[in-house]
């Protein structure tokens, strides 16, 4: 099985007044294609952080990351937007979905930024997939949370991207919702072998996963490797 992302000794570090304040601490971990990771721990333990460096969304203050085998230290920031743009789907905690346009303009955005054209079939497949068929012309203030995030991952899965992460994706919803966002991540990556990284504090979306990763002070403390649940 290929190597999908590969960490190596990163480190980051923010510099404030006189003290130098050390987040990510000497982290390495690899993730194949097609498999699933969840890293948890405590709030301010550097998930938040560790995932950004990962995909690309920040850079280290040391150390290396590939993505399908591109070194993202090596490419400058177009580059990377470039990589980002073609392989990788990222979900946030709060959506970040478009408040001016609809369930359907936002799921349609990042195909439209590729300049692909007649996106809008392929937007309503995957609106009916995440459930939400009937709610294409609703605007984001017109949708519970649990839609919201079923419409991000919608958007995120349209560009069908190799490797998804999502940061506390069922973090701001009820048991449900929660419930309904999981079986979607996981049935994407049944279907089609996208790799799944989650920051997650949601058992059971920890435990869906292949392996946990365990972080502390900045550290990767513990590494679970879990049979496959389902
Ligand atoms: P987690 O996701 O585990 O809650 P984060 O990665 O969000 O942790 O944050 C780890 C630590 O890094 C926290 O102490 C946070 O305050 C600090 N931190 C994050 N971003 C910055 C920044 N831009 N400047 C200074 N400190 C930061």
Known sequence: MSTILQAEHLTKTY??????????????????????????GPSGSGKTTLLGLCAGLDTPS???????????????EDD??????????FVFQNFQLLSTLTALE???VPLELRGVR???????????????????????????GGEQQRVAIARAFITDPKILFADEPTGNLDEENAHSVT???????????????LVTHNLELAQRTQR????????????IHQMETV
């Open 15 to 40: 510099r404030s007044a006189d003290k130098q304040l050390t987040v990510l601490d000497d982290v390495s971990f690899s993730v194949n294609q097609g498999n699933s990771l969840a890293i948890i």
């Open 62 to 76: 040391s150390g290396a990351i590939s993505v399908m085998g591109f070194k993202l230290n090596a490419m400058s």
């Open 80 to 89: 990377r937007a470039y990589l980002r743009n073609q392989y990788v789907g």
């Open 106 to 108: 936002n799921v349609m």
């Open 118 to 144: 007649d996106v809008a079939s392929k937007a309503r497949e995957l609106l009916g997939r995440v459930g939400l068929a009937d709610r294409s012309h609703h605007y984001p203030s017109q949708l519970s």
């Open 183 to 197: 079986e979607l991540l996981f049935g994407m990556n049944k279907e089609n072998a996208t790799t799944l990284v």
């Open 212 to 223: 946990i990763l365990r972080m502390r002070g900045g550290k990767l403390v513990e590494e």
